[in-house]
């Protein structure tokens, strides 16, 4: 059995190098050491389970997560549902004792999108919440809500639409009191279907011969919106999502394949377009939303 080392911060910026690890492991049973675990985001939560469910199609055996030591970590990830999520890909070594998470205000719960009803389930279940991180937390006007509430449904369905697999999502709000003096608000999709250059590749890589690739699908969803739908009008929450982000001064961040693609506003610096990434199946969708200042409102 292969042992593979959890980095002790698992997030949306340190998330790419473990994949890469993850992929040139699996060619057997391995073993996930998540015991020096000390800090993890929604997206590295999202990318663990992605990680499970890859070793897990391609070998005769789960693989083996050992969890966290920290008591901390441990109890925050049963809070989100995560040890909920891994009993389903993985063979959990030193899981802490199921507990109800119970109501929070400050997070969404790491649910597994594969049908229809799912996403109508997560989008009723955290309407009232959103209403609190919007408006409390992140000082957005009431009409966030509504708005928040179309992201989220679109982030979800693009899992049912591109993926053709399930995936998981989920959101958590952060003080960021060091690096940016204000509230974040952190959301994460991620599956590990098709990814979107083979949803696309059928209708749009003709037009693009050779340099079809994943970070050229990538473009061509993100920034102009093609879809793999014939008729106009569908498959347009991408672009959507994009604008309202914008708007409010986030980030929104798509990974598939080898290519991650960003709108990036000037708090934060990651690249516009990253290619030759470790391939990793399906993608990543990563949304930043941050608190309202003086000088934004």
């Known amino acids: ?30 073993l996930l050491d998540a015991r020096g675990l000390s ?11 992605s990680a499970g469910r890859f070793l897990t199609d391609r070998s005769e055996h789960p693989p083996v997560l050992r969890s966290p030591e920290s008591s901390e970590v441990s109890g925050y990830l049963s809070r989100m549902g995560f040890f909920e999520r891994a009993r389903e890909g993985f063979e959990l070594v030193s899981p802490p004792p199921r507990r109800n998470p119970g109501a929070s205000d400050v997070l969404l719960e790491l649910s597994t999108i594969s049908e229809n009803h799912d996403v109508h389930d997560v989008v ?8 609190h991180i919007l408006s409390r937390t992140l000082r957005y006007p009431p009409s966030a809500v509504v708005q928040f509430s179309v ?16 995936g998981w999502v989920a959101a958590q709000s952060y003080n960021w009191s060091r690096r940016l003096g204000r509230h974040v608000l952190i959301l994460a999709v991620g599956d590990t279907g098709r990814g979107f250059r083979r ?54 961040s798509v990974r598939s394949g080898t290519a991650r693609i960003a709108d990036v506003p000037e708090w934060e610096d990651l690249p516009p377009l ?18 309202r200042t003086q000088e934004s409102e």
């Not at 800090?39 to 663990?48: E, N, S």
């Not at 679109?154 to 049912?160: K, M, R, Y």
């Not at 209708?203 to 990538?218: I, K, N, P, V």
Request: hydrophobic share 40%; glycine share 10%.
């Open 199 to 252: 949803s696309l590749e059928g209708e749009h890589s003709g037009r693009f011969g050779d340099r079809w690739s994943d970070s050229t699908a990538l473009e061509a969803a993100f920034l102009h919106g093609l879809t793999r739908f014939p008729d106009q009008g569908r498959g347009q929450g991408i672009q959507q999502m994009r604008r309202q982000v914008r708007r409010w001064n986030g980030v929104i």
């Open 151 to 166: 992201i989220l449904s679109e982030v979800c369905q693009n899992i049912l639409e591109h993926a053709e697999a399930p």
């Open 39 to 49: 800090w993890i985001d929604p997206v590295g939560m999202i990318g663990l389970l």
């Open 1 to 30: 059995m292969k042992i593979l080392e959890v980095p002790a911060t698992l997030s949306y910026k340190t998330l790419d190098p473990f994949l890469g690890q993850v992929t040139e492991s699996a060619d057997g049973r391995v």
């Open 124 to 131: 009723e279940r955290v309407q009232e919440r959103a209403g």
């Open 274 to 291: 990253e290619a030759d990434l470790p391939a990793f199946p399906g993608a990543q969708i990563t949304i930043l939303l941050p608190e």
